[in-house]
């Protein structure tokens, strides 16, 4: 004789309520177990294998009605509040760690479908050469098992934006990223399921505290739509799934998106009464995780630059031909994110750097607040002779304008300048600043140049026959 349970979902009449009763069942043979069996009525059999068990759950989730089924999961999660000491999350930094991370993400983006295989082994996009671009890494024992990378938005646009129309969700002056490239090394032996939560938690407050995203975008293989919209409460970008998504070899696709302070609030409201084995609000917003590595910030930024003139020759010219492939309005935008003497040190492009590069201050993408005429507006990007702002207000374009600036918490400064241009239908406006600069804008500016200068460094430590050209 089998113990085998039935389980059976009905509604409650006229109530709009669900009920599941699981029910005892005896069975005297192995060939009346078929696995998962549903009748009229719909009454589902399970056996008690394991695996049976985990394919029924998944399948009876399915089957439930959204707000129910959301409702299911939530209670069955279950929060290990320690990651095994010998786990680390951190951004990746060197040529090791990127070509580890972006072999890992080839592999199992082959083995999905999602690319065709390429000779260098590794998934290498343009969006990668972005310095805006942090590939967030998970490490065991030193080596890379796991990777995620958050793309934000320039004007080279979001990968899914060729598929979804995100225009309806963006706000002027708000800063928008897609997070993309999540794969677990499929060699991987523990459960890739234990470190989704963690790396999901390391983005979240990476997001939020060090890069100044307002709003995250998401392409999702339909299949793991629930894991985002049931447990991280995003939202879908459009109802429709999209059939053949190009970014990922023309695979099935659903676009989510994650409003980040309707995210905390409503992630406040579902979760923070429950215990805290299920309370995905505290694990995200409160809980510490000693294996998590964050980049020291004396001031605000919003990126992390880690491509040396190495890396840049070696993933983007070398191995894969990402580069040559850019327009010229492409590599044009990408190449003035990078100061010159930077791009002189990429063998590949040193002639682009002599012909092309533009002669104006380097460019910083920013996501900080300021005040002009009491008015708040938002930095997107900046250099030491100007600034970028977008805002919900509006300016007189004629008259020399007082710049209240936050440098660093609990820091402002005071700038001086005109308006250049205006773009009314995005509401930006173009700052000229006024000379001198302030004692404390020099230094901030330095202190975002220092980030390229220790890649320059590196280089020199590196190829110290290049040292005279410098």
């Known amino acids: 004789m089998l113990a085998v349970e039935v389980i059976l979902l009905r509604q409650v009449s006229n109530s709009g309520l669900w009920a599941i009763e699981i029910i005892p069942q005896p069975f005297t043979r192995l060939d009346q177990i078929k696995g998962l069996v549903m009748d009229s009525n719909k009454k589902m059999v399970l056996s008690s294998d394991k695996q049976r068990k985990r394919n029924f759950k998944r399948k009876l989730l399915n089957f439930m009605p959204k707000f129910l089924r959301y409702k299911v999961m939530r209670n069955m999660v279950h929060i290990k509040p320690n990651v095994p000491h010998d786990f680390s999350f951190k951004i990746a930094q060197t040529k090791e760690e990127f070509e580890q991370a972006y072999s890992i993400l080839h592999d199992n983006y082959v083995e999905c479908g999602y690319m065709q295989p390429h000779s260098s082994g590794m998934r290498i996009t343009k969006y990668f050469l972005l310095p805006s671009t942090t590939t967030i890494i998970i490490l065991l024992n030193q080596k890379v098992i796991g990777t995620m990378s958050i793309i934000r938005k320039t004007r080279l646009g979001l990968p899914m934006e060729k598929s979804f129309d995100l225009s309806p969700y963006e706000k002027n002056d708000e800063i928008i990223a897609e997070v993309s490239a999540l794969a677990i090394d499929k060699n991987f032996s523990r459960g890739r399921a234990e470190l989704f939560l963690p790396i999901c938690k390391f983005f979240y407050e990476f997001i939020r505290n060090y890069m100044g995203i307002h709003k995250v975008f998401i392409a999702v293989n339909p299949a793991m739509a629930d894991f985002y919209e049931g447990f991280l409460l995003f939202e879908r970008v459009k109802s429709k799934v999209i059939d053949t998504y190009s970014f990922a070899n023309g695979a099935p696709a659903v676009g989510l998106y994650g409003d980040l302070e309707k995210v905390f609030i409503r992630m406040k409201s579902v979760y923070d009464s429950k215990p805290l084995s299920k309370n995905l609000f505290h694990f995200f917003t409160q809980h510490k995780l000693t294996h998590f590595s964050f980049p020291e910030r004396y001031f605000h930024k919003s990126m992390d630059p880690h491509m040396t003139p190495e890396m840049i020759q070696y993933f983007f010219i070398e191995r894969s031909d990402v580069l040559s492939s850019l327009t010229k309005?492409?590599?044009?935008?990408?190449?003035?994110?990078?100061?010159?003497?930077?791009?002189?040190?990429?063998?590949?492009?040193?002639?682009?750097?002599?012909?092309?590069?533009?002669?104006?201050?380097?460019?910083?993408?920013?996501?900080?607040?300021?005040?002009?005429?009491?008015?708040?507006?938002?930095?997107?990007?900046?250099?030491?002779?100007?600034?970028?702002?977008?805002?919900?207000?509006?300016?007189?374009?004629?008259?020399?304008?007082?710049?209240?600036?936050?440098?660093?918490?609990?820091?402002?400064?005071?700038?001086?300048?005109?308006?250049?241009?205006?773009?009314?239908?995005?509401?930006?406006?173009?700052?000229?600043?006024?000379?001198?600069?302030?004692?404390?804008?020099?230094?901030?500016?330095?202190?975002?140049?220092?980030?390229?200068?220790?890649?320059?460094?590196?280089?020199?430590?590196i190829l110290p026959q290049k040292l005279s050209s410098l």
């Not at 990408?334 to 012909?355: C, D, K, W």
């Not at 990007?381 to 710049?403: P, R, V, Y």
């Open 329 to 461: 309005e492409e590599l044009n935008y990408i190449m003035q994110l990078y100061p010159r003497s930077l791009i002189q040190e990429v063998e590949g492009l040193y002639n682009f750097a002599h012909t092309n590069y533009s002669e104006r201050k380097s460019r910083f993408l920013a996501s900080m607040d300021c005040q002009i005429e009491n008015k708040n507006f938002k930095i997107l990007d900046l250099s030491l002779n100007g600034i970028k702002i977008s805002g919900h207000s509006t300016l007189n374009e004629s008259s020399n304008i007082a710049i209240i600036v936050e440098i660093a918490p609990h820091r402002k400064i005071l700038l001086n300048g005109h308006i250049r241009w205006v773009n009314a239908a995005t509401n930006q406006y173009g700052i000229a600043l006024q000379k001198p600069y302030s004692k404390s804008w020099i230094e901030y500016v330095a202190y975002l140049e220092d980030d390229f200068n220790k890649l320059l460094y590196d280089v020199r430590e």
